[in-house]
C-alpha cells in the first residue's frame, strides 16, 4: 500500500523469532547463488570474446555469435543482419529450432529475402520495422507479445506465422555497435522459452543485458576481422600493384611476375591433392598456402631498383638506347670520307697533264673499282655489327677478332680523330652468349638481394 505522495506506509509483520532467524538464514546463501550466476555470466562473456577473435571463418564468427545469444536467451528462433554500404541491413543468418529452419551462415542455403530497407525511396527514416528502426537509432528494442505491440509493423510476422503455423510472440532486437559507436549490425531474437515448460515468454531485462554486453563484444570481433580482412585486400593489391609495374618495365620478361604466382599455386594444389609417396608427409595449411602465395607476388619485387635499360635489354649494345645506330652513323662517316677520297683522287687525275688519255681513263678505273671494294667492305661490316649485336647462344673467336679489327678503323669525329669502337662498346660487342655483361648480370641478380632487403622490412 502506497500514501498519497507516493510514499510507502510503515507496514507490520507477524513473525516469529524462529521463522525470522530462519529467513536471515536463507540471505546469505541466495546472494552466493546470485553472486556465482553472475560469475558464470561473465566468464561466458569472456570465454565466448576469446573464442571470436581466434576464428578466422566470417560466416562462423556470425553463426557463432547468434547460437550464444540464443543459447542465453533460450530463444527459439533468430536473424542476424549486416548492415550494407547503402543504408540496408542484409540477411546473414536466420534460425529457427522448432520448425528446424537454418539459412545463411554455414548451412550452405542462401538466404531468399531481399535486405531491409532503413530509408524509403523518399529517404525518410524505415521506422516501422523493428530490426530497420533498431539499425536507425541503436536503441534495443524489447517486446513481450507482437500481437499486442504498437508502433511497428508485424504484417510480415503474422502472415509468416499464417502460413507455417507458428506463433511469433516476444521479440529481442539488440544492435551491434562497434568501438566508434557505429552501427555495423543488428540481432533479433525471437520466442524466449521457460527453461521448464517451453512455453514462450518475454524476454527479461536480465537477459537483454546479457545480450547487449555480447552484442558489443561480437562488433568489435566483427570490426576487427573486417580490418584485417580490408589490411590484407589492400596489402594484396599494392603486392600487384608492384609486379604489375615490374611487368611492364620489359616486354620480354612481361606477364612472368604474375605467372609465377598461379603456376605456384597450382604446384601447391597438385601436392596437396597427390596421393604420390614422396608428398605423403607434405600438406600446406591455409595459413602456408596465403604466405606462399604472397611470396610468390612478391618474389621479384627487387626489379623495381633495377635499371630498366638493364632488365629490358634486348641488344648487346643497348643502354637507354640502343648504340647500335650511332655505329651505324659512323660508318656513313666513313663511307663518305672514301667517297671524298675517291672525288679528290679522280680530280688529281684529271688535273694531271703528264698522263696519255688512256692511262687518266685507267687510272680514273682503278680509283673508282677500289673505291666500289672499301664500300661493300664497310657495309659488310656494318651488316656484321647489327647481326653481332642481337646476340646468341654463342660467338665463335673469329668473329669476336672481326669486332676487335672494326674498333681500329679510324673516324673524325668534329675534328678529333677517333677508334671506331670505344672500349665499352668493344666489350659489349664481343658478349659471348646473350646480351648482358658481366657487370650487367650482377645488377639483374642483384635483384635478389634487394629484394631479401625489401622483404625484410615488413613486419
Known amino acids: 500500500m502506497s500514501s498519497k505522495n507516493g510514499k510507502p506506509k510503515g507496514q507490520s509483520f507477524d513473525l516469529s523469532q524462529a521463522e525470522l532467524k530462519q529467513l536471515l538464514k536463507k540471505v546469505p546463501s541466495g546472494i552466493h547463488s546470485y553472486i556465482d550466476h553472475l560469475e558464470r555470466q561473465v566468464k561466458n562473456l569472456a570465454d565466448i570474446g576469446l573464442s571470436l577473435s581466434k576464428e578466422k571463418d566470417m560466416n562462423v564468427i556470425l553463426e557463432n555469435i547468434l547460437l550464444e545469444a540464443k543459447r542465453i536467451t533460450h530463444a527459439d528462433g533468430g536473424t542476424l543482419y549486416m548492415k550494407t554500404d547503402d543504408d540496408r541491413l542484409r540477411f546473414e543468418i536466420m534460425m529457427t529450432d522448432s520448425l528446424n529452419f537454418h539459412m545463411g551462415g554455414t548451412s550452405g542455403q542462401d538466404i531468399p529475402f531481399y535486405p531491409v530497407k532503413l530509408y524509403d525511396d523518399d529517404g525518410k527514416p524505415n521506422k ?26 508485424f504484417s510480415g510476422t503474422k502472415e509468416f506465422d499464417k502460413k507455417t503455423g507458428y506463433r511469433s510472440q516476444s521479440f529481442l532486437t539488440v544492435p551491434l555497435k562497434n568501438h566508434e559507436d557505429e552501427i555495423i549490425g543488428v540481432i533479433q531474437l525471437l520466442n524466449a522459452k521457460d527453461r521448464k515448460t517451453g512455453e ?16 558489443s563484444q561480437a562488433a568489435v570481433a566483427i570490426t576487427n576481422k573486417n580490418l584485417i580482412r580490408d589490411l590484407e585486400i589492400l596489402f594484396e593489391s599494392f603486392i600487384k600493384l608492384i609486379a604489375s609495374a615490374i611487368d611492364a618495365k620489359s616486354t620480354y620478361t612481361g606477364g612472368h611476375c604474375s605467372r609465377v604466382p598461379v603456376l605456384t599455386m597450382m604446384l601447391a594444389d597438385a601436392v596437396n591433392e597427390s596421393d604420390n609417396e614422396h608428398y605423403k608427409d607434405i600438406h600446406f595449411t591455409e ?14 619485387c627487387g626489379k623495381v631498383v633495377t635499371p ?3 632488365v629490358d635489354k634486348a641488344t648487346k649494345l643497348e ?17 663518305r670520307d672514301q667517297e671524298i677520297k675517291c672525288l679528290k683522287q679522280q680530280l688529281k687525275v684529271e688535273k694531271n697533264t703528264s698522263l696519255s688519255e688512256l692511262e687518266v681513263k685507267n687510272a680514273l678505273k682503278e680509283i673508282r673499282k677500289k673505291y666500289k671494294e672499301k664500300i661493300k667492305q664497310l657495309d659488310n661490316d656494318l651488316d656484321f655489327v647489327k647481326t653481332t649485336n642481337v646476340g646468341g647462344e654463342f660467338m665463335s673467336g673469329d668473329k669476336k677478332d672481326r669486332v676487335h679489327k672494326i674498333a681500329q678503323y679510324r673516324w ?3 675534328g678529333e680523330i677517333k677508334n671506331f669502337l670505344s672500349d665499352d662498346e668493344v666489350k659489349n660487342l664481343c658478349i659471348a652468349k646473350g646480351t648482358l655483361t658481366a657487370e650487367e648480370r650482377k645488377i639483374i641478380n642483384d635483384h635478389i638481394v634487394y629484394t631479401i632487403d625489401m622483404l625484410n622490412q615488413l613486419p
Open 287 to 300: 595459413k602456408q598456402m596465403y604466405e606462399l602465395k604472397i611470396a610468390a607476388w612478391l618474389h621479384d
Open 412 to 414: 673524325n669525329d668534329n
Open 319 to 335: 643502354t637507354i638506347f640502343d648504340r647500335v645506330h650511332m655505329v651505324a652513323n659512323r660508318f656513313e662517316v666513313l663511307k
Open 308 to 310: 630498366e635499360y638493364v
Open 128 to 153: 516501422n520495422m523493428i530490426s530497420a528502426y533498431v539499425g536507425l537509432t541503436g536503441e534495443t528494442v524489447n517486446i513481450p507479445d507482437a500481437y499486442k505491440a504498437d508502433g511497428f509493423d
Open 200 to 215: 514462450s515468454i518475454p524476454f527479461s531485462t536480465e537477459v537483454q543485458d546479457i545480450v547487449e554486453a555480447l552484442s
